[in-house]
Nanobody, 121 residues
Framework: QVQLVESGGGLVQAGGSLRLSCVAS????????MAWYRQAPGKQRELVAS???????VYADSVKGRFTISRDNAKKMVYLQMNSLSAEDTAVYYC???????????????WGQGTQVTVSS
């Protein structure tokens, strides 16, 4: 099985920064896209940013220019640098990875347990 573990969440003041990390482990043949999602109370989970194995990125309009996604393929890690945080960024942040566990099976998505980010205004 595949495990994704996030870290780096916490409480920060508005205008501050946080860096989230996520490491993938377990039975991994290859990792395609990796992404960060978030879910605020009472809202649906939304895509924050994604990155392909080749480094191409996509960002939600609400975080463009403030957040940066990156990855280290050798370490099987993905990062989310979050700057200029506001109260609207408060949410549980989830790491997701599209993983192939074997040459015989198609890739599927795996999720982490989430890490809380709270921005105080």
């Amino acid at each position: 099985q595949v495990q994704l573990v996030e870290s780096g969440g916490g409480l920060v003041q508005a205008g501050g920064s946080l860096r989230l990390s996520c490491v993938a482990s377990g039975r991994i043949f290859s990792i395609n896209a990796m992404a960060w999602y978030r879910q605020a109370p009472g809202k649906q989970r939304e895509l924050v940013a994604s990155i392909t194995s080749g480094g191409s990125t996509v960002y939600a309009d609400s975080v463009k220019g403030r957040f940066t996604i990156s990855r280290d393929n050798a370490k099987k890690m993905v990062y989310l640098q979050m700057n200029s945080l506001s109260a609207e960024d408060t949410a549980v942040y989830y790491c997701s990875a599209n993983v192939r566990v074997s040459d015989y099976f198609p890739p599927r998505d795996f999720w982490g347990q989430g890490t809380q980010v709270t921005v105080s205004s």
